[in-house]
T-cell receptor
Framework: DVKVTQSSRYLVKRTGEKVFLECVQDMDHENMFWYRQDPGLGLRLIYFSYDVKMKEKGDIPEGYSVSREKKERFSLILESASTNQTSMYLC??????????????FGQGTRLTVV | KNEVEQSPQNLTAQEGEFITINCSYSVGISALHWLQQHPGGGIVSLFMLSSGKKKHGRLIATINIQEKHSSLHITASHPRDSAVYICAVDSNTDKLIFGTGTRLQVFP
């Protein structure tokens, strides 16, 4: 059974903390994605990566960075967490032609609360 | 105005009812996805379609490219169908654009 696994389901962090959200996929997919999901706004793309050590900004990259040192792992980093980064974070992966009629597979999501 | 609009935003139904969720989009697309998100947060891909109709069990998805509209139907709904259903499109500008979701609750 294919899987995208996010390291935490729930996280509570303090303002100013550095936060790491980890995502691992076992499908040997080239593309990996980080989204945040907020009520009324749907999913919004933060960053994506189409290969190891490659990254591209999505629609809302401000306040975030990413790391892809290995093909199966894509990390989202909040350098200095702020309360407006309280959200549900979803990781996804897909094969190289995600933009052309292929499925994306999603993780379980991490609900992050910044206090 | 969002590029992908879903209706209704919230939907309640009695077990056994036929359910329809609608998705309209205003951009050119190569494919449309229907996703299901359970209360725990995980998302499952239900359908990906670029024309016509697909069926999987009690779920049916249709798309009309000319009208830029898709529908997700659930026949003989069940409480376990309670979830958020999300429409997403692969746009011609290489972006995956999501609707805001339809929250469905099915009561026994």
């Amino acid at each position: 059974d294919v899987k995208v696994t996010q390291s935490s389901r729930y996280l509570v962090k303090r303002t100013g903390e550095k936060v790491f959200l980890e995502c691992v996929q076992d499908m040997d997919h080239e593309n990996m994605f980080w989204y945040r999901q907020d009520p009324g706004l749907g999913l919004r793309l933060i960053y994506f990566s189409y290969d190891v050590k490659m990254k591209e900004k999505g629609d809302i990259p401000e306040g975030y960075s990413v790391s892809r040192e290995k093909k199966e792992r894509f990390s989202l980093i909040l350098e200095s967490a702020s309360t407006n980064q309280t959200s549900m974070y979803l990781c996804a992966s897909s094969s190289i032609q995600i933009r052309v009629n292929t499925e994306a597979f999603f993780g379980q999501g991490t609900r992050l609360t910044v206090v | 105005k969002n590029e992908v609009e879903q209706s209704p935003q919230n939907l309640t139904a009695q077990e056994g009812e036929f359910i329809t969720i609608n998705c309209s989009y205003s951009v050119g697309i190569s494919a449309l996805h229907w996703l299901q998100q359970h209360p725990g947060g995980g998302i499952v891909s239900l359908f990906m379609l670029s024309s016509g109709k697909k069926k999987h069990g009690r779920l049916i998805a249709t798309i009309n490219i000319q009208e830029k509209h898709s529908s997700l139907h659930i026949t003989a709904s069940h409480p376990r169908d309670s979830a958020v259903y999300i429409c997403a499109v692969d746009s011609n500008t290489d972006k995956l654009i999501f609707g805001t979701g339809t929250r469905l609750q099915v009561f026994p």
